[in-house]
């Protein structure tokens, strides 16, 4: 389901019938589920699936041909080509670019993704390369940059990584190791593009700074709650300050704040966000973008650590003020809070009211790092 959801956002690609035996097309709707369609060669309609919002299979009807089913861009060169039988996917299967080139083969077994899946970039080389057994990540796990080089080289076990995960900069000298047993990290080390060693946390806003477009933005901020600066219950005065002066209308002094605050705090939501404020203001475009990719890295980072329905799939957050923006973003307010302890992470309970609707609702946000940090300066306190 998730390749189909990444198929639908990502790509958000229509498609067209007619060129083949069995046409795939998908159809979305305004409330965001779809309908995919399944013509023979003359344009009726032979089967038809339908997706919720979430793309999970909701209904199905009718029966899919064996043989080849291609999906076609709107200018009528083919999108994808995969192959059915007994009304399932079976066998290899290709996606393509505009251009023609490939994107992605890989092959199904009963329906799903069996085998080694290989990406590429659109001038043929090698992307990724990895074993997936009955969609679930297994073995080793490869990514390269454009030139070829290795960016990203892991292991994975029923889904989730076990052993080490590595990355390496573009010149080949590794980056960063860290080692996972069953999905749990264990710890991690870094070192500069010198093959020095060096905190994870400075390597990884370095690569930023240096323009890297692949940083782990979770690893980020999860790298600084173990440094000296890391205080999830700070008083919040630089950022009144920066606050104010933007409203004054000293851009400039904005500007010299937040990027104090930076200095020491790169995964400062509030900073990123004055920061494209200001370059808005003095428009300064590129200064602006940056800022915008990084804002969302870290926002995309959060967002996606869980979905916040249960206490095991709580969203993780290394501050309050990360669970305040995220809930100001989905335009949620927070009634009552409650404390749980599941597994011995430390789970905030929120029930929530929706601005608009009024509804109520609970969410849930895993804050063991901020709390771990309270306990652990308490005792120090008390010595």
Not at 113 to 136: F, L
């Amino acid at each position: 389901m998730k390749k189909l959801a990444a198929v639908l956002i990502l790509l958000n690609l229509f498609i067209i019938s007619g060129f083949a035996d069995t046409t795939r097309k998908v159809v979305e709707k305004e409330d965001g589920s779809a309908d995919v369609l399944y013509t023979d060669k003359d344009g009726k309609e032979v089967a038809k699936e339908q997706y919720d919002t979430k793309a999970a299979l909701t209904g199905k009807t009718g029966s899919i041909p064996d043989g080849l089913v291609k999906e076609y861009f709107e200018d009528g060169k083919t999108m994808s080509e995969t192959n059915y039988k007994n009304n399932i996917k079976e066998g290899p299967a290709k996606y393509f670019y505009k251009s023609g080139k490939v994107f992605s083969e890989f092959t199904y077994k009963n329906d799903k993704t069996d085998g080694v899946v290989k990406t590429y970039y659109e001038n043929g080389k090698i992307n990724t390369e990895r074993t997936i057994k009955e969609n679930i990540p297994q073995g080793e796990s490869k990514m390269y940059y454009e030139n070829g080089n290795l960016r990203i080289l892991g292991t994975w076990k029923d889904g989730s990584r076990d052993g080490f995960y590595r990355e390496y900069y573009e010149t080949g000298k590794m980056s960063n190791e860290e080692i996972y047993k069953d999905g749990v990290f264990v710890e991690a080390k870094a070192f500069d593009e010198k093959g020095n060693s060096t905190p994870v946390y400075n390597c990884l806003v370095k690569r930023i700074e240096n323009k890297d477009k692949y940083v782990d933005f979770m690893r980020l901020r999860y790298s600084f709650t173990e440094t000296p600066a890391y205080n999830p219950y700070g008083d919040g005065k630089e950022q009144k300050e920066m606050k104010k002066a933007f409203i004054d209308e000293k851009y400039e002094e904005t500007l010299k704040i937040a990027k104090g605050i930076l200095e020491k705090k790169y995964v400062d939501l509030e900073a990123h966000y004055y920061c494209i404020m200001v370059y808005e203001k003095l428009k300064k475009e590129e200064e602006k973008s940056a800022h915008e990719e990084i804002l969302k890295g870290l926002f995309d980072s959060i967002y996606y650590s869980g979905d916040g329905m249960t206490p095991e799939t709580a969203i993780v957050v290394i501050e309050a003020k990360e669970e305040q923006m995220l809930l100001d973003m989905m335009g949620l307010k927070a009634d009552k809070q409650n404390i749980l302890k599941v597994k011995e992470e430390d789970i905030d309970e929120i029930e929530i009211k929706n601005k608009e609707t009024k509804e109520v609702k609970k969410i849930y946000f895993n804050v063991t790092k901020p709390m771990k940090w309270m306990r652990d300066n308490l005792k120090k306190d008390k010595k």
